[in-house]
């Protein structure tokens, strides 16, 4: 192993999340022995992560976080939060596990495994996909690693995966299943400005939900040519009218609940419907998929069958499709990610915080909030 010995500590930091038996949401830091790489791993000293939906699914789960509090201070601050009897249920699994937190980051190869690979990566700012990211230091796989460019900063790189390949991955999809644009919901978010910018580089037609002016704003400032306001009292009416004019018959819907899914099916029918063609009771013959992706909206979804027999709703996971791609996709994805970093895939942050700071209540009600231009980055060494 090659090592900058004199630059590790003996140990480091970690953030768990825990749900106690006794019905407690408890999320603190835990110190950890330094590990030491294996033959095809590197150390990298954590630098930058940020706070995505996804993270805070698993850092706080079912948990009533308006009655969160924190107590403790540096490394011994703890934010702790109640569980309803019915989300202990929802959390079974997890009861008494003290689950690791980030999944994704930046930072610096301090340490590294005898294999080429692994040694030639030694000093040099990669991003990485672990699940372990709100810490210090991690050992990953040397290639689960991202190398980033000259001149990119671990703060340029920390959100190089979760993003960029969802909304890549999504474009991807909708290609590999036969359609030609698709429609994206809560489409002013990070992600929504991401795969906007794809989708105008790629002349892909992008059909975009929001549900404020102001997001509409944003997005006309980004060039996008089809926004629908779903707070307009025509909405459905506008959305059949973007639908038809792209041909979108694929929805990547980040709400998951409610009727949104539904409403997004029933343009696609009603859009089908304006071209001439056979009559049938069964609606028209090309398939409409909607995938739900998030749970912005945790109630259930909604389905008013009004659109005929070809249709689908079902659920996408970014890891699930990487998995099913293969190696010469996800190569092709990671290497448009580290050469547009600071264009097409640029995050920008609204506030930087510690681990410690990130278990205050203050900030956890700003971040837990997901309001859209808002992205919290975590500096674990500040």
Known sequence: MNTDTHTLPASYLQMHSTVTQDGQLRVGLGQMPIPTPKDNEVLIRIEAAPINPSDQAVMFGWASMQEAKTTGEGANTVLTAPVSPEGMKAMKARIGQALPLGNEGAGTVVAAGSSEYAQSLMGKTVAALSGQMYAQYV???????????????AKDGASSFVNPLTALSMVETMRMEGHTAL?????????????????IQDGVDLVNIVRK?????????LGAKYIVNSSDDNFIENLTDAIHATGATIAFDATGGGTLASSILTAMEAAAA???GAYSVYGS???????????LDTSPTILSRSYGMAWGVGGWLLPNFLAKAGEEVNTR??????KELKTTFASRYTQELTLTEALQTSHVSDYISKATGEKFLLTPHK
């Open 333 to 338: 994805l990671r290497t448009r990610v580290a």
């Open 274 to 276: 304006r071209t001439p």
């Open 183 to 199: 429609v994206h919901t809560a489409a002013a978010s990070n992600l929504g400005q991401m795969l906007n910018r794809i989708c």
């Open 213 to 221: 002016q102001e997001q509409v704003d944003i997005l006309k400032d």
């Open 139 to 153: 050992v990953v796989d040397a290639h689960a690693c991202l190398p980033l460019q000259d001149g990119h900063t």
């Open 285 to 295: 013959i090309k398939h409409k998929q909607v995938y739900l992706y998030g749970g």
